[in-house]
């Protein structure tokens, strides 16, 4: 079964950092884009990032350049979000998503891990 | 306010058929495709459509996707109570060199 599950996410104070993971299975991990896309409490989707297969290549919302940054070891099936200088404004669920090709395509969501961050 | 413009909320009758637009620009559904994302509050967001109107394995085909220049648009089909949830366009944007989804669409199923 094709899987994505999320960890790390907390309560944490502005400011602060929090680092999330994501463990991938049931696909070959290696050869799919990832992203991260969040959710803030009763709103809609707001893309957060993109890494290509390698990590080579990554990708940030003009919201979280410079203060979040995407990786990923293939050889662990894990996909990371590291997040600093946090603000109030990032609260929200982040949810891991595993892409299509190259169509932007996103067809495959963990059920997310929850970050609140206080003032 | 998001890059992609889709109406709060839409309704329609058991059975009847309804449509969700997206509007967006050149720089992203005029030159990129567009997918389609439904929600169930509480959960996850599934992916419903593909590259404009393909449909991943297991969706029914009621559901269906069409693009016209700088908008797409969503058609479902044979409602039915399950079918109530909130639905998102997504593209990528060349300018902003990211993603993008609009801001949602609550359907409700009368």
């Known amino acids: 079964e094709v899987q994505l599950v999320e960890s790390g996410g907390g309560l944490v104070k502005a400011g602060g950092s929090l680092r999330l993971s994501c463990a991938a299975s049931?696909?070959?991990?290696?050869?799919?884009?990832m992203n991260w896309v969040r959710q803030a409490p009763g709103k809609g989707l707001e893309w957060v990032s993109s890494?290509?297969?390698?990590?080579?290549?990554?990708f940030h919302a003009d919201s979280v350049r410079g203060r979040f940054t995407i990786s990923r070891d293939n050889a662990k099936n894990s996909l990371y979000l590291q997040m600093n200088n946090l603000r109030v404004e990032d609260t929200g669920v982040y949810y891991c998503?595993?892409?299509?090709?190259?169509?932007?395509?996103?067809?495959?969501w963990g059920r997310g891990t929850t970050v609140t961050v206080s003032s | 306010q998001s890059v992609l413009t889709q109406p709060p909320s839409v309704s329609a009758a058991p059975g009847q058929k309804v449509t969700i637009p997206c509007s967006g620009s050149?720089?992203?559904?005029?030159?990129?495709?567009v997918s389609w994302y439904q929600q169930v509050p509480g959960t996850a967001p599934k992916l419903l459509i593909y590259?404009?109107?393909k449909r991943p394995s297991g969706i029914p085909d009621r559901f269906s996707g069409s693009n016209s220049g700088t908008s797409a648009t969503l058609a479902i089909t044979g409602l039915h109570t399950g079918d109530e949830a909130d639905y998102y366009c997504?593209?990528?944007?060349?300018?902003?060199?990211?993603?993008?989804f609009g801001g949602g669409t609550k359907l409700t199923v009368l």
């Open positions: 050149s720089s992203n559904i005029g030159n990129h495709y």
């Open positions: 998503v595993r892409e299509i090709g190259s169509t932007s395509s996103m067809d495959v």
């Open positions: 590259e404009n109107n």
């Open positions: 890494i290509t297969t390698g990590g080579s290549y990554k």
């Open positions: 049931g696909f070959t991990f290696s050869e799919k884009s």
């Open positions: 997504g593209t990528w944007d060349s300018s902003l060199s990211g993603k993008v």
